[in-house]
């Protein structure tokens, strides 16, 4: 079945960088694109990047454009978001996904709490 | 950036009844809309896309409605497990972003 297991969060001082990994298994990783979705503590869920199933076209919401780059590595099924220049507004759950349009597969979650 | 407005923001009803939740698009994003439900502490799933196609799994009491700029997510009878907060999602502008709505909370009344 279609799995998506996120890590790399954790706690990190404004400014900093960190990078998040999505492992993914039980389909084609390389025939879909996919997505990073963001959560701030008891708020709604918050688009931050996509990328296309091949890495040719990546898309960025405004908020995080110039400091996250989403990225792919299909030889070893694994979505990645490295992320630069963090504020305490990008604390949150980030989700990886996949789907172009609509996500039809969410992994489980990891926390960036982002706090000096 | 087109703008999704959910209403209400929290929607009291009791087990068995009907719930309706409504999504509104600040332009039109054809039938270029899913809806989510997301359990506290859970991942969002995915239930309708294409505006009204039930997605793998999700039972026939869950449909939507509705096209351009005014959506809407009905339960006909609400069992227990369907408490939860519901999310719409547009996935029709080129290039991205592809916005969320705020989220309408479905609570037991």
């Known amino acids: 079945q279609v799995q998506l297991v996120e890590s790399g969060g954790g706690v990190v001082q404004p400014g900093r960088s960190l990078r998040l990994s999505c492992a993914a298994s039980?389909?084609?990783?390389?025939?879909?694109?996919m997505h990073w979705v963001r959560q701030a503590p008891g708020k709604g869920l918050e688009w931050v990047a996509v990328i296309w199933y091949d890495g040719s076209n990546k898309y960025y919401a405004d908020s995080v454009k110039g400091r996250f780059t989403i990225s792919r590595d299909n030889s070893k099924n694994t979505l990645y978001l490295q992320m630069n220049s963090l504020r305490a507004e990008d604390t949150a759950v980030y989700y990886c996904?996949?789907?172009?349009?609509?996500?039809?597969?969410w992994g489980q979650g990891t926390l960036v709490t982002v706090s000096s | 950036e087109i703008v999704m407005t959910q209403s209400p923001a929290t929607l009291s009803v009791s087990p068995g009844e009907r719930a309706t939740l409504s999504c509104r698009a600040s332009q039109s994003v054809s039938s270029n809309l899913a809806w989510y439900q997301q359990k506290p502490g859970q991942a969002p799933r995915l239930l309708i896309y294409?505006?009204?196609t039930r997605a793998t799994g999700i039972p026939a009491r869950f449909s939507g409605s509705g096209s351009g700029t005014e959506f809407t997510l009905t339960i006909s009878s609400l069992q227990s497990e369907d408490f939860a907060v519901y999310y719409c999602q547009q996935y029709n502008n080129w290039p991205p972003p592809w916005t969320f709505g705020q989220g309408t909370k479905v609570e037991i009344k």
């Open positions: 996904a996949r789907g172009i349009s609509y996500l039809n597969h």
């Open positions: 294409g505006a009204s």
């Open positions: 039980g389909f084609t990783f390389s025939s879909y694109g």
